[in-house]
């Protein structure tokens, strides 16, 4: 929830404002690298792609104040937070945890990583998905709620970042369902950077 036009589109209301990042996890089993395709599983009925800029961790870090932040990632990338959207509306109605519908295997992909030196800020990268060539979600990152390094701070007040984890950092207005034998290709700023198909 870290768009305001995204979260005018879930909620088709006002547009909400979190005063803290919303934060959920997924487990190591949700990652999807290399160009594998996302088989689409039989026990929901709609499963979503929200595009994110992914930031990689390469420190150890702990209450991380935000002015440090910036030591604390070394590269970007667009990623796919696939989500059970039918029972994702089914646990907020009732106020359950989101962890099926946003943790189940293969939910996270990740493109290839993009060091941030190619970056002159990271509050104004502009990350874009393409469906079967056609542009379905851009967003930059000028337009997040919350910054990424106050993200990190967050995050790393409760749970230590460790090297080699992931931080997706929301999603802009546009997600929408996938089905078989769709393309998607995710971009950073020109770059192509993931590519991978629905099965």
């Known amino acids: ?23 959920f996890m997924k487990p190591d089993s949700a990652l999807l690298k290399d160009g594998k ?23 150890l870090g702990k209450c991380i104040a935000p002015r440090f932040a910036h030591r604390y990632y070394d590269a970007f990338t667009v990623g796919i937070d696939f989500t059970a959207r039918d029972l994702q ?8 945890p989101w962890d099926l519908c946003k943790g ?13 030196e190619k970056f002159a800020d990271v509050q104004n990268i502009n990350f874009s998905l ?18 990424v390094d106050d993200i990190i701070s967050y995050v790393s007040q409760f749970c230590t970042l460790k090297i080699g984890d992931y931080l997706f950092t929301g ?5 929408g369902p996938v089905s078989v034998g769709q ?17």
């Open 1 to 23: 929830m870290n768009y305001a036009e995204h979260n005018k589109e879930l909620d088709g209301t006002l547009v909400s404002v979190p005063e803290n990042p919303v934060i």
């Open 37 to 59: 395709p996302f088989f689409i599983p039989d026990w929901a009925e709609q499963f979503d792609y929200e595009t994110e800029l992914v930031v990689r961790i390469n420190r």
């Open 89 to 96: 509306r089914k646990f907020r109605e009732k106020g359950y």
């Open 104 to 116: 189940f295997d293969n939910s996270a992909v990740l493109g290839t990583f993009v060091p941030k």
């Open 130 to 147: 393409n469906v079967d060539g056609k542009q379905v979600q851009k967003g930059c990152t000028a337009d997040m709620i919350h910054k």
């Open 171 to 175: 999603t802009p207005v546009g997600v």
């Open 183 to 199: 393309h998607l290709e995710g971009f950073l700023e020109d770059e192509k950077v993931l590519d991978f198909n629905i099965r």
